[in-house]
């Protein structure tokens, strides 16, 4: 059974701050994973890849640890503009299909 | 990278018609998908289209319903068929790479 599980939002948070997303998945021989942002009314853009054991990319991080199953997403020093929905996303076919978590809605507050 | 061309962006339909959405790719690609958004969740995979062949479709999808055309490399259609208003929805196309490129969505409201 296809399966990606994420934390649910919303997350409400003051500019600064740090803030963890968690997302787990139920095929064990998946071998990369994406975090993807979609912005209100807009289509999802990817933010990260995932192929080892983390990535990161200037205030985000993702970790995944593949005994557990999950994958992490972790944004330091929010901005306004981080506010969006963060879908997990794990293919299940070598690259394909992709199946998309329900996603985690971010609000970064002033 | 990959840019897709989705049209129409929205439109609002009545019940009992048809709607056709095209995508359009700026290269040739084996494998399109065609994926739906209802309100608040998160993204569903209705069918694979593969040129040449008919289209892959996922558990809970018909052809019947959703016919889907792929007659070259760079272009695919999603036709959604007999609509009543639990098809509104967001429909979006897309391609993959290293990563996955969505079109812009349609936005279907069905009335």
């Known amino acids: 059974r296809k399966e990606v599980e994420q934390d649910p939002g919303p997350f409400n948070v003051p500019e600064g701050a740090t803030v963890a997303f968690n997302c787990t998945y139920s095929?064990?021989?998946?071998?990369?994973f994406f975090w993807y942002r979609q912005d209100c009314r807009k289509e999802p853009k990817l933010l990260m890849s995932?192929?080892?054991s983390g990535n990161e990319d200037g205030r985000f991080t993702a970790q995944l640890n593949r005994a557990s199953q999950y994958i992490s997403l972790l944004i330091r020093d929010s901005k306004l503009s981080d506010s969006a929905t963060y879908l997990c996303?794990?293919?299940?076919?070598?690259?394909?299909?992709?199946?998309f978590g329900k996603g985690t809605r971010l609000s970064v507050i002033a | 990278s990959a840019v897709i061309s989705q049209k129409p962006s929205r439109d609002i339909c009545q019940r009992g018609t048809s709607l056709t959405i095209q995508c359009q790719v700026d290269?040739?690609?084996?494998?399109m998908f065609w994926y739906r958004q209802q309100p608040g969740q998160s993204l569903t995979l209705i069918a694979t289209?593969?040129?040449?062949?008919?289209?892959?479709?996922e558990s809970g999808f018909v052809i019947d319903k959703f016919p889907i055309s792929r007659p070259n490399l760079t272009f695919s259609t999603l036709t959604v068929s007999n609509m009543s208003p639990e098809d509104s929805s967001i429909y979006l196309c897309?391609?993959?790479?290293?990563?996955?490129?969505f079109g812009q969505g349609t936005r279907l409201t069905v009335v």
């Open positions: 897309s391609v993959m790479n290293t990563e996955a490129f």
């Open positions: 095929n064990s021989a998946s071998q990369s």
């Open positions: 995932v192929y080892s």
């Open positions: 996303v794990v293919p299940y076919s070598g690259n394909t299909p992709l199946v």
């Open positions: 290269s040739q690609v084996t494998m």
């Open positions: 289209a593969n040129q040449g062949s008919e289209a892959t479709y």
